[in-house]
């Protein structure tokens, strides 16, 4: 399976500001996702970073609250905007590599909003 | 009705029995389905994949598919205690997309 990287592992952010998360990925793959994992909860996919055109978004996940960005294949970025304390979570992207749909996972990263 | 549901549990077993832990799913899973494992302040590790009816092993692993039934499950022989995690069942839709259940904690007392 790939190796997924993300940066930053965690981070405390204050109202109001935005954070962007980068997703690594260290082989080419077909498809980036990206999700939430709320405390105590499963995890809930906010869109498919589609590389070179806009991410697809799931119900409930808009553009200007988090967008997207895959300009290649082996890379992608989330950014929170405008963030508020139910902005916390844990954000984790994840890469599809073949055809079997199987999916792995980032480390996540830790996001705090005081 | 969840896409995708399992008991929170937590279910609780000795070490070196055998785990059980169910899902069921609605309509729109019906592609593919797998199963990962997440320690507390990790990511979630995919352990089984399955695709078609019937029992699929991989060492201690046992998964199960009953499309007619719309029901997986994981089995666990000879548990152990770093079994213990938060084991979350997934279901693949016609675009691959996955839809997660809430998960069930696993505890193996020693």
């Known amino acids: 399976s790939a190796v997924i990287s993300q940066k930053p592992s965690r981070d405390i952010c204050q109202r109001g500001t935005s954070l962007t998360i980068q997703c690594q990925v260290d082989?080419?793959?077909?498809?980036m996702f990206w999700y939430r994992q709320q405390p105590g909860q499963s995890l809930t996919l906010i869109a498919t970073a589609n590389q070179g055109s806009e991410a697809t978004y799931e119900s409930g996940f808009v553009i200007d609250k988090f967008p997207i960005s895959r300009p290649n294949l082996t890379f992608s970025t989330l950014t929170v905007s405008n963030m508020s304390p139910e902005d916390s979570s844990i954000y984790l992207c994840s890469v599809r590599t073949g055809t079997t749909g199987e999916q792995f996972f980032g480390p996540g990263t830790r996001l705090t909003v005081l | 009705q969840k896409e995708v549901e399992q008991n929170s549990g937590p279910l609780s077993v000795p070490e070196g029995a055998i785990a059980s832990l169910n899902c069921t799913y609605s309509?729109?899973?019906?592609?593919?389905f797998f199963w990962y494992r997440q320690y507390s302040g990790k990511s979630p590790e995919l352990i089984m994949s399955?695709?078609?009816?019937g029992d699929k092993e991989d060492g201690r692993f046992t998964a199960q598919l009953n499309k007619a039934s719309q029901y997986v499950s994981l089995l666990i022989r000879d548990s152990q205690p770093s079994d213990s995690a938060t084991y979350l069942c997934a279901g693949g839709d016609s675009s691959y997309k996955l839809i997660f259940g809430s998960g069930t904690r696993l505890l193996v007392r020693p």
């Open positions: 309509d729109r899973v019906s592609q593919s």
């Open positions: 082989s080419q793959v077909t498809m």
């Open positions: 399955i695709y078609s009816n």
